[in-house]
């Protein structure tokens, strides 16, 4: 089972830190709060500025008509008045341009009214008081919003009066004003001027139409808008054009077969009102009252194959004309000619197919280009049509003539029969003949017509309004829920993005693993930074601080290094000035001599000497002169007046070689005298990145302690440790972490242990400092004492 130090602190063998990787973010916890009410605050102001959208619906059924082939009525047969319908090209049509066009001129949509509040704008529909129409438009009229207002009766356009109902010249070009009910907004109204085709597109981006189910023909229509009401009067106008378009175009084709019944009628009449009066010219003549029996019998067979053979006659004078219009027609023509006489039901259904192709065609190319593939589908479509009906009319002449002759035959075998007949009842036979078949013609014809007439009065759109329009009372957009949660993760990310980049690109030292994943030395102690401290001797000033609590660690550890050593060396250096090497050195010692043990410290930095100026002590001879000779060591010991048995060699005068002084043996000579009268030595060496000093001084050292600091020294700097100490240049090579951030000791940041377990928190390590000054500080970066 996993302890709980492998769950949440360093996994063996990685160096990955789970509960490092969560405090990096935890302690930076103010930056998320700011960020996400930073967040909230641009989305509630973002909010502001959103007009709400609502979504209107209208369910629509497409009826399917279709009728069966071997209907006995000629207009069912040819199928004139009703069609098929495709969905998809319904659903070009509802979208098309000039259908929208017709919704944005019958409501007046070109022109948009709308109130700007404080922050976001309220559209207006109806109810405004007014109305204006653009009769002449200026280079102004659609590049500018206007303003306007009703009063005293008169509307205030860009501050002139002008009245209502009449056309009136203004700087938007000529506008007619109309007087409407309403006016409860009495307020300035802004007003946006747009062309019909741009107020198309607009109106027309917000509409949707598809199909509630995949089998079905019921279409869901819904439009997007910032009114209620408007989008419902669009989609109830859309509807109201669209059945319109549709009537229009059923009733193209029964005008034009109604027209040719009434010139045939019309023609028709006056032949049979002459044949009548030839029947009665010839009985009154010739005094024939009434045939024979035989007479009539044959009379009666003559006559029907004369209908026959009339009927033959109208059907060669339709396919005829059926097959001159196809062979001369272009595919542009939808009106069919009169295939009255036709009884071929194959033929009939050829050319209602033929019929509804083109009707088609022309309805799609009033919405779309010629050039669309449905048009060029249709294209092929009528032309295979046209071969078929063609070659369908071949056979059925070639049929057609065969019973003619037939007909013409038996016709000539029953007027031979009849030649024995008077020649006066063979006369009044042949006149009365022709008089029934024009009769019968005639009352064929006046039959269609009013079956015509009766289609053409009661045509009905091929759709039907299942749901009329309603809108949501919930606006679809913006989603208030979803624009929160998103600026709420906009401000999570922010700050956890910005933290990870300045991680990923931080070339410092920030926490021990950074130190331990570059080198095998030990860390013997961390110390916190020392904001606010009077003093750089803060183990005595500040004793109950955090910072001396550290120090104290730091002793207590030097104990269990090198335990047999009488006299302890300690050699202080670090990579590079500046990280804090002398205040440890002076504060290490400072702590050693509460122990009453007797310490001494060697400010070996010859080039920039800091300890003299720390504790306020002379620097005008020094080591530089027991070096070269000049004096002997014991002229050179101060005592540290603030710490008892703890005493100070300072550096003295900087000379220009202080390596080869180092180097010349009177250095050995003064350790070897000062271990015999002190506990410790402290030599606080030169910076090891910079010089060699400390590389000369360790020989005498059996401890060496090697200061990196917190934030400030760059992490390839670690791995010149981890050199050293493969090379053993220095005896028993260990590590302080100094100035480490108070927040990372809080939080145990990657330490494993941590110091987050009350300094300053109860235990009163704090002496009487000001903890708000400390904090403010902290916050304002101020200045370091080391």
Known sequence: ?????????????????????????????????????LALSFSYIYLQYQIPQFRVRINLLIKDNKTAGDEKDLLKQLNITTSDKILDNEIQILASNILMERVVEGLGLQTSYYIQNHIAKKILYKNIGFNINVLKPNELTY?????????????????????????????????????TTGNAFNREVNIKFNTIESATLIFQSALTIEPATKEGTVLNISVVDADVQRGIDILNKLVEEYNLATIEDKNITATSQLNFLKDRINSLAVELSSAEKNVQTYKSSNGVVDLGAAASSFFNAIRGNDAELNKMDLQLGALNNLETYLKNSNDNQARLPSTYGVLDPTLLNLVQQLGQAQIRKESL????????????SLNDQIKALKETILQTIQNMRTGIEINRQELKSQSARYESIIGGVPSKERGLIDIMRDQSIKNNLFTFLLQKREETALSLASSV????????????????????????????????????????????????????????????????????????????????SNSRSIVAEQFRTLRSNLQYINPDEKTKVILMTSSISGEGKS????????????????????????????????????NDIGLSNYLIGQTEYQNLIQEIKEQPNYYIITSGPKPPNPAELLLNGRMSILIEQLKKEY????????????????????????????????????KAQIQLIEDLKERNIFNSLNIVFNSVDMKELAYGYGYGYGYGYGYGYGYGYYEKDDNKKKYLSRIFNLKRKK
């Open 461 to 540: 759109a091929d759709s039907r309004v299942i749901d009329t329009a309603k809108g949501s009372r919930v606006p679809i957009k913006p989603v208030k829920s979803t624009i929160y949660l998103t600026f709420l993760l906009i401000g999570i990310f922010i700050p956890f993005s910005v933290i990870a980049i300045k991680e990923t690109l931080n070339i410092k030292v920030k926490k021990r693993s950074d130190i331990s994943m570059h080198t095998s030395a030990t860390i013997v102690a961390d110390i916190s930074e020392s904001i606010g401290m009077k003093s750089d001797l803060v183990v005595i």
């Open 679 to 714: 506990d410790y030595i402290i030599l606080d060496a030169p910076p090891i990145g910079v010089v060699t000093d400390a590389q000369i001084l360790a020989q005498y050292a059996n401890v060496t302690f090697y200061v990196v600091r917190y934030n400030y020294t760059v």
């Open 365 to 376: 190319l009033r919405t779309i280009p010629e050039t669309n593939p449905i048009v060029g």
């Open 1 to 37: 089972m996993n302890s709980n130090n492998e769950l949440f602190g360093e996994i063996k063998g990685s160096n990955f830190n789970l509960r490092e990787s969560i405090y990096k973010y935890l302690r930076n916890w103010y930056w998320f709060v700011i960020s996400v009410i």
């Open 583 to 618: 205040f440890i050195s002076l504060n290490l010692g400072a702590s050693l001599a509460t122990l009453n043990k007797k310490v001494i410290i060697l400010e070996m930095d010859l080039r920039k000497p800091k300890l003299n100026k720390s504790l306020g002590i002379k």
């Open 143 to 179: 590049n500018k919003v206007w303003v306007a207002k009703v009063e005293n009766n008169n509307l205030i356009f860009e501050g002139k009066k002008f009245p209502f109902n009449q056309a009136v010249e203004t700087s938007a070009g000529q506008i007619f004003i109309t007087k």
